[in-house]
């Protein structure tokens, strides 16, 4: 599964991070998911709560937020911002080019102590 091997990541960054700034506890994550990631944000959850059972992470708490992909319309130029990859153009209906941004996890920010 896609959403175990980022978790994997997450966690390991997470806990460098956690180790970096000698911190016992990560209480908060913020993260965002690229609309392009093809990653479900609750099955993330599901698998994070798995994974940190113990140590810094046992009891962090995940905030998840949507980022959004920058797009223009092959067909008529059009400029929008797409919510998924099945997305068409709200001008003309057609196919778009992906520009930028939505397709990335990006760690927003952590709270620990
Ligand atoms: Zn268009």
Redesign the pocket.
Known sequence: MHELSLCQQLCDQLLALARQEGAHCVHEVELEIGVLCCVEPEALRFCFEAMAKSGPLAATRLRVGRALAQAE??????RYEVTDWLS???????R?RHLAGGDAIIIKAVEVS
């Open positions: 319309c092959e067909a008529c130029g059009c068409v153009c709200p001008r003309c209906g057609q778009w």
